[in-house]
């Protein structure tokens, strides 16, 4: 376990935040450096899966009982993979926009420091989501180029709970799959200390977005809530439907077109998303931002 920089005692100020200050605290005593915590040097062991077979896009489907278990488990691990790359994608995301957040505060606050925590922490995340991806032997998976232009704009614009409750989004949903997967002894363990690594650190980054969220909310009219809670679904939609990127069917040798048809129907994945996200969709509607408008969207990312 790698040491903190983080000080054990944070300056006292008018901006300082009890949400900030206990995670400031967390931080300095449970944190984790890729570089040596991770396996990186010991071959790829393709007897093992990238992820837990059920959280497969195809698993269940009539086209998963026709594939070898090597097809299976190489799947798999192009899923993990592709997973990875669209956190990287957004973790960039998150970082520019908490960084906009801070600009003008007290660099000796709580949440200031935190909020540079956090964004180290994403820094290190990336970076091991990138080695990650290419152990597994995975091309640089990207979302589409619509998708990355709307990212652009997102992290240009977004600002307060629209920002927040988005970061908060995408970091559940990966949140309950890495759950699963860092538990899973059919998983490659190096991807599963990955994910034991980015189980523990996002935990922090959840607590803090939660927080955020419900603050930046305080006194929020009908109209306001109306529009971010449209923001937010939008986002989520994208970021969830980037996360199984096309093109690992073709790199796991299967028949690409056949493979979409059997994602898009299948029953058992879609089943999976919506029971690993209800507490997040509870949150959302005691925030009163799973509007009407928003709904649609989570349905359509099949979230609820």
């Known amino acids: 376990m790698a040491g903190s920089t983080v000080p054990?005692?944070?300056?006292?100020?008018?901006?300082?935040?009890d949400v900030a200050r206990r995670l400031l605290d967390s931080a300095a005593q449970l944190a984790y450096d890729p570089a040596t915590e991770v396996d990186w040097e010991?071959?790829?062991?393709?007897?093992?899966?990238?992820?837990?077979?059920?959280?497969?896009?195809?698993?269940?489907?009539?086209?998963?009982?026709?594939?070898?278990e090597a097809q299976r488990k190489e799947l798999t691990r192009q899923e993990a993979a592709s997973v990875a790359s669209t956190g990287i994608w957004f973790e960039m995301i998150l970082q520019q926009m908490v960084l906009r957040d801070i600009y003008m505060k007290n660099p000796a606050g709580a949440e200031f420091q935190w909020a540079l925590t956090e964004i180290a922490e994403e820094c290190r995340h990336s970076i091991m989501f990138a080695r990650g991806a290419q152990k597994l032997g995975a091309p640089h998976y990207r979302p589409r180029r619509a998708v990355m232009e709307l990212g652009r704009a997102f992290k240009t614009l977004a600002f307060g709970e629209a920002a927040y409750a988005a970061i908060l989004v995408a970091e559940e949903v990966l949140d309950v799959m890495q759950r699963d997967w860092m538990r899973d002894e059919r998983v490659v363990p190096f991807v599963r200390t990955i994910n034991n690594i980015h189980v523990v650190e996002e935990s922090r980054h959840m607590k803090f977005a939660r927080d955020e969220t419900l603050k930046r909310l305080e006194g929020a009219g009908w109209a306001r809530r109306q529009i971010n809670?449209?923001?937010?679904?939008?986002?989520?939609y994208f970021i969830v439907t980037s996360m199984v990127n096309p093109e690992v069917y073709r790199k796991a040798g299967l028949d690409k077109r056949r493979a979409l048809a059997a994602a898009k129907s299948n029953a058992h994945h879609k089943s999976m998303?919506?029971?690993s996200c209800s507490g997040l969709m509870d949150f959302l509607a005691s925030a009163r931002l799973l509007t009407k408008p928003a709904l649609a969207f989570y349905k359509r990312a099949n979230l609820i």
């Open 229 to 236: 809670a449209f923001v937010v679904a939008v986002a989520s």
């Open 42 to 68: 010991t071959p790829l062991d393709k007897d093992f899966h990238g992820a837990s077979p059920e959280w497969s896009s195809l698993y269940g489907t009539a086209y998963w009982g026709e594939l070898t």
């Open 273 to 275: 998303m919506r029971s």
């Open 8 to 17: 054990s005692k944070v300056q006292e100020s008018p901006e300082g935040d």
